[in-house]
């Protein structure tokens, strides 16, 4: 590669990295405030060419990365180094990086939208492959990233010395995930299209299909 070529794409890299200072704050804005109409903006946007995709948002993926690296920043700046990282008790001997544990935390949190679009699909009896499954899961990427972040947030406030701070973070929890849940339903309800109470019934199996995922895999970073 000639310098030209690493100049140009270094250009192109600042600009993409620094473009997320101002999109990153639209999209959890827009995802927050109407996070149905962005799941269904997530999939009409993957019928355009590559380049014309997510032009005035962050593509889902990337929003939930940035959302798990947020909150990953704000602990940081609370209360130091994870003590995953210290720990060589199972696989959290991998874990020995910041970088490790961002995609640790990432993976986790992707299960949600996986579970959600296998969720929906099996309720449409739809064929299990990799281009059906794309749509939901990049619409569940907008859902799940606030989700993230705010759960991220109430687990990390909830480790501060600060005394009063289960008197916040529990409600904060619980309301994300009630928000997060409600979305679901939404979603589900007009997606299948069916009524609210079945909808909200496979939102909450797919729910805990992720959380005990998850709670099968934590025994072996302990």
Not at 6 to 27: A, C, G, H, N, R
Request: aromatic share 12%; with cysteine; glycine share 2%.
């Amino acid at each position: 590669m000639n310098p030209v070529q690493l100049f140009k794409q270094l250009d192109e890299l600042l600009y993409e990295v620094m473009s997320w200072v101002i999109f990153y704050p639209v999209t959890l804005w827009r995802a927050v405030r109407r996070p149905v109409t962005m799941m269904d903006y997530a999939e009409s946007e993957l019928k355009d060419r590559a380049d014309q995709q997510y032009t005035d948002v962050l593509g889902p993926p990337l929003f939930l990365l940035l959302s798990v690296l947020l909150a990953h920043g704000v602990e940081l700046a609370l209360i130091g180094d994870s003590p995953m990282i210290a720990d060589r008790h199972g696989l959290a001997i991998l874990i020995d990086s910041d970088t490790n544990l961002i995609i640790l935390r990432l993976i986790c949190f992707a299960i949600f939208p996986l579970t959600m679009a296998v969720a929906v699909l099996v309720a449409q009896r739809r064929k299990l492959d990799r281009d059906n499954l794309r749509r939901p899961f990049f619409a569940q990427c907008y859902a799940t990233a606030p989700f993230a972040l705010l759960f991220s947030l109430g687990a990390t406030l909830s480790t501060t010395a600060w005394t009063w701070m289960p008197l916040l973070v529990m409600p904060m929890i619980l309301a994300t995930i009630i928000w997060y849940l409600v979305v679901q339903t939404r979603w589900l309800a007009r997606r299948l299209p069916t009524r609210w109470w079945r909808a909200f019934g496979i939102a909450f199996v797919a729910y805990v299909a992720a959380l005990l995922a998850l709670i099968a895999i934590s025994p072996l970073f302990t």
